[in-house]
């Protein structure tokens, strides 16, 4: 069982309220990412959720239970740490074992289940080994180890993969998501990469400054975000945004397309300019396009290779069903 | 930018440390030196360096007049109980302040640290009539208070340097993996700051053990350690050199000894964190 519900919780350090009255509900066996750019408090509502902070007002409940000012020893949640935090001193089999030990488990049933667990992540050559004497990858999988072994009731994420390399991350990002499809138990992840938060996600949380923008599925907050904000942050490359004459048009105050919604012409199309820069990746091509009327560039993402170069007169045509409309508070129109 | 630096200068450079040790060392060594000469020899005008006649007498004499052992002993429960004793109240402290600081966290240090701008000499009177009072004067256990007491605002500040250097992260793991505060300084903490622990450990230990003001005032016969044994053969007998230097190369040697063994540890500790 792993339900957990925030009511009304707040935050301050001092005077500076970094969590405004939030409310939450993860139920249990979600995968639920919190997004958002650095400083948005997405840590902090981990580390409330964990126990690591105290919160300033409201109510933290598992289970039914009210957590609120229960220690994190005592809450039965895992944390994998962003620097791993493995206990530098102890061997991967201590280090994993260590939760067990806490819990005043004998040394068999320990070694069982650390062993049970260094086999599912590919540690038991390393059991030995001090986490000094391991990779960066190796070291995430003792962390993950550490967590898993005492069968919590939600696993709390802190970037977990930001100090891996690009290969890296995106192998340990699917065997985090096989984890969660073996052992079906909630997760909560701390994130800024909004690829991470799209390909692993039962649910999203976007934050910007302590309040949550949008709570959805990851294809509902890429079909219909609720604001510019959460559209301009889900989505790669980035959605274009267009105000003036060009939103206008459609009744706005400012439109937003997405790059792989615009189509490329060389001879017609709505809007005319002249291609900046072109980034040829072999399955994509992404033009930045300078159109007249505008200040940013226009991004266009055309699957395949297109022959289109720096200079090029182009015209740009934009998928009519595919434009966001928003007002000028920025919240989507109808 | 490789610096280019000529023989001539590095043997200079050597020579100039090698000159420098020595000048620091000297007054060591010419007391271990006074301590195998004869008292007319001790005396000599011009002083004799190395060319007399060696003898152990002073020492034969030293010990048939006065207990070594007894001194000595006092010296290592005194050195030793302080420290040990000093430890157990700064680790917790130490840990708060490095890992809950609060907004007086510095200002606290600071105090502490202040307390040893104080002459002691300042609090004498008081502490005096504190042990009179409590029946702690010339006792073993009197002085290993005053002087944890003492040391107590260094070996915090110590441990309060190298636990800063401990990530707080791997704490808030053993938290999470549900260890109590106990355990969590037990097993995780201490541990990890070993090294840092056997510095502050050693350094107490010798400055406890060199310490001669409030172990000459606060002892008499029972509790004194090898300062008071050190006194005793200088003033009231008048000029005994050789015997003074006989008494005083005993009372340091072993802590000599224990600082040579562990010069490595110290040095560590003493520049830690400075260099990560």
Redesign the interface.
């Known amino acids: 069982m792993g339900q957990i519900t925030l009511n009304q919780i707040t935050k301050s350090f001092g005077d500076v309220q970094v969590i405004p009255p939030l409310d939450l509900r993860i139920d249990d066996g979600e995968f639920v990412v919190f997004v958002g750019p650095s400083g948005c408090g997405k840590s902090t509502l981990l580390r409330l959720i ?1 126990g ?1 902070e105290d919160i300033t007002s409201g109510e933290i409940n598992i289970d039914g239970k009210d957590a609120t000012e229960v ?4 809450r039965g ?3 994998v ?3 791993y ?5 102890m061997s991967v089999r201590k280090n994993i074992a ?2 067990l030990r ?2 005043g488990l004998d040394k068999a049933e320990q070694d069982n289940k650390v062993e049970a667990a260094a086999k599912v992540l590919n540690l038991t050559d390393y059991l030995e080994r001090r986490p000094g004497q391991l990779s960066g990858g190796q070291r995430q999988r003792v962390a993950i180890g ?1 967590a898993i072994v ?1 069968e919590p009731a939600a696993f709390l994420f802190d970037e977990p993969l930001s100090n891996l390399d690009a290969a890296l991350r995106v192998n340990m990002r699917l065997e985090i998501s096989e984890l969660h499809q073996t052992l079906e138990t909630t997760m909560i992840y701390v994130t800024h990469d909004q690829v991470e938060a799209m390909t692993m996600a039962d649910k999203i949380v976007v934050l910007q400054a302590g309040i949550i923008e949008q709570v959805g599925s990851p294809l509902e907050l890429y079909h219909t975000p609720r604001n510019r904000f959460v559209a301009g942050f889900i989505g790669s490359p980035k959605m274009n945004f267009m105000m003036g004459a060009f939103s206008a048009e459609y009744d706005a105050a400012t439109i937003g397309i997405r790059p792989e919604h615009i189509s490329v012409s060389h001879t017609e199309g709505k809007w005319s300019g002249k291609v900046g820069v072109s980034e040829h990746l072999g399955s994509d091509t992404f033009l930045y396009v300078d159109v007249d009327g505008l200040e940013d560039p226009v991004t266009v993402r055309s699957t395949g290779e297109v022959a289109f170069r720096h200079g090029d007169a182009v015209h740009l045509t934009p998928d009519p069903e595919k434009i966001h409309r928003f007002d000028n508070q920025g919240l989507r129109m109808a | 930018m490789a610096r280019a630096v000529t023989t001539r200068r590095k043997t200079i450079n050597t020579v100039a440390a090698w000159a420098i040790g020595l000048l620091i060392f000297f007054p060591i060594l010419w007391t271990i030196l006074t301590s195998f000469k004869t008292e007319a020899q001790a005396i000599n005008d011009p002083p004799l360096f190395l060319f007399f006649d060696w003898t152990l007498e002073n020492y034969a004499v030293v010990q048939e007049r006065s207990d070594y052992m007894r001194f000595l002993w006092n010296s290592v429960i005194i050195a030793g109980g302080s420290t040990v004793l000093g430890l157990i109240v700064a680790v917790p402290a130490a840990w708060s302040m490095a890992f809950v600081p609060s907004k007086r966290t510095k200002d606290i240090l600071m105090w502490m640290l202040s307390t040893k701008m104080l002459p002691a000499v300042g609090v004498l009177y008081p502490i005096y009539l504190l042990f009179i009072e409590m029946g702690l004067l010339d006792t073993r256990i009197g002085l290993t208070i005053v002087l944890m007491l003492i040391n107590l605002p260094i070996i915090v500040w110590m441990l309060y340097t190298y636990f800063k250097e401990i ?1 707080g ?2 704490l ?9 505060l106990k ?1 969590e300084i037990l ?2 903490l201490t ?2 700051a070993i090294p840092g622990i056997a510095s502050t450990l050693l350094l107490n230990v010798i400055l406890a053990w060199n310490e001669a003001f409030w172990t000459l005032n606060l002892t008499a016969a029972k509790a004194a350690p090898l300062t008071a044994f050190i006194a005793s053969y200088s003033s009231p007998e008048g000029l005994f050199y050789a015997k003074l230097s006989a008494a005083s190369t005993m009372a340091i040697a072993p802590i000599l000894i224990l600082g040579w063994f562990s010069q490595k540890q110290l040095v560590r500790g003493l520049t830690f964190g400075a260099v990560k």
């Open positions: 964990a690591l220690p994190p020893a005592k949640l895992a944390m740490f962003q620097s935090a493995l206990y530098p001193h260590f939760p806490m819990a550490r005492r | 990530p992260e791997i808030e793991a053993a938290r999470m993996d549900g260890a109590t355990e097993y995780i541990p990890m």
